[in-house]
């Protein structure tokens, strides 16, 4: 018996290939190969009526590079419509104007059952066809060749988040950025390497000692190098104790 797709992806593109591998292998891959997602490209390409197949133009003003033109990507927003589950979806530019792409973000998309990325080369699209998607998402602040890694981070991002696709239920909610702060560290076999040893509360067996542990750890890891999450997030008095341990354990480093 075939699952029924819980999440259906439409990715516009100028270059579909891109995705093959993507999805064969891995986590990804295997939400795939079981249903649980769908993926659909749409090739601007194929809407176009000249022998060239041509989707880019100068723009008006001059400079250079070359813009998207607008009814080839206005019409695989169409047929990207038509591949949705249902009304629950949206229509996204990947682009570097973007708002930042979050975890916080990520949990709004899981709200939906469809989203369609445009992911766009070249200098970018015509501005016009704003009134076509419905918001633009950037992955960081820098610039990619093309949207299709961006589209990609976002769909690897969603589906790990897709109940049934991780092997481990707790997986996704114990990553990074879940729960406001980093992951705290993970160790495996052996032990001791050369003058390293696992941190002793992880050996003992105690789950509360361990929960205590990785949760200092992770407030540890957070303030040194994401410090403005702790400033976002509303502590609870647990976390604002063991802050304050890592703190004054920092400025004993320091004398």
């Given at each position: 018996m075939t699952t029924k797709f819980k999440y259906n992806f439409n990715v516009i593109s100028l270059m579909p290939e891109m995705f093959d591998a993507f999805e064969h292998y891995g986590v990804v891959g295997r939400a795939f190969k079981e249903g649980l997602v769908k993926l659909n490209l749409i090739n601007p390409r194929d809407f176009t009526q000249d022998t060239h197949r041509t989707v880019?133009?100068?723009?008006?003003?001059?400079?250079?590079?070359?813009?998207?033109?607008?009814?080839?990507?206005?019409?695989?927003?169409?047929?990207?419509?038509?591949?949705?589950?249902?009304?629950?979806?949206?229509?996204?530019?990947?682009?570097?104007?973007?708002?930042?792409?979050?975890q916080k973000k990520i949990d709004e998309l899981l709200e939906l059952d469809s989203i369609t990325?445009?992911?766009s080369r070249y200098e970018g699209v015509d501005e016009r066809l704003s009134n076509w998607f419905d918001e633009?998402?950037?992955?960081?602040?820098y610039v990619t060749s093309g949207g299709e890694l961006p589209a990609m981070v976002v769909i690897?991002?969603?589906?790990?988040?897709?109940?049934?696709?991780?092997?481990?239920?707790?997986?996704a909610s114990q990553d990074s950025f879940v729960n406001g702060l980093l992951d705290h560290p993970s160790y495996t076999r052996p032990e001791t390497y050369e003058d390293f040893k696992v941190p002793e509360d992880l050996l003992t067996g105690d789950h509360e000692?361990?929960?205590?542990?990785?949760?200092?750890?992770?407030?540890?890891?957070?303030?040194?190098?994401?410090?403005?999450?702790l400033a976002e997030?509303?502590?609870?008095k647990e976390e604002?104790?063991?802050?304050?341990?890592?703190?004054?354990?920092?400025?004993?480093?320091?004398?």
């Amino acid at each position: 018996m075939t699952t029924k797709f819980k999440y259906n992806f439409n990715v516009i593109s100028l270059m579909p290939e891109m995705f093959d591998a993507f999805e064969h292998y891995g986590v990804v891959g295997r939400a795939f190969k079981e249903g649980l997602v769908k993926l659909n490209l749409i090739n601007p390409r194929d809407f176009t009526q000249d022998t060239h197949r041509t989707v880019d133009d100068r723009p008006f003003g001059g400079g250079p590079g070359m813009v998207m033109t607008l009814e080839p990507l206005i019409n695989s927003i169409e047929k990207a419509k038509s591949l949705s589950l249902s009304k629950k979806n949206k229509v996204i530019h990947l682009s570097p104007r973007g708002q930042l792409l979050t975890q916080k973000k990520i949990d709004e998309l899981l709200e939906l059952d469809s989203i369609t990325l445009i992911s766009s080369r070249y200098e970018g699209v015509d501005e016009r066809l704003s009134n076509w998607f419905d918001e633009e998402l950037s992955i960081g602040d820098y610039v990619t060749s093309g949207g299709e890694l961006p589209a990609m981070v976002v769909i690897d991002s969603l589906i790990r988040q897709i109940p049934g696709v991780l092997n481990d239920s707790e997986s996704a909610s114990q990553d990074s950025f879940v729960n406001g702060l980093l992951d705290h560290p993970s160790y495996t076999r052996p032990e001791t390497y050369e003058d390293f040893k696992v941190p002793e509360d992880l050996l003992t067996g105690d789950h509360e000692k361990i929960r205590v542990w990785r949760l200092k750890e992770s407030i540890r890891l957070t303030l040194l190098n994401r410090p403005e999450l702790l400033a976002e997030r509303l502590l609870t008095k647990e976390e604002s104790r063991l802050l304050d341990e890592v703190k004054k354990e920092q400025e004993q480093d320091t004398l």
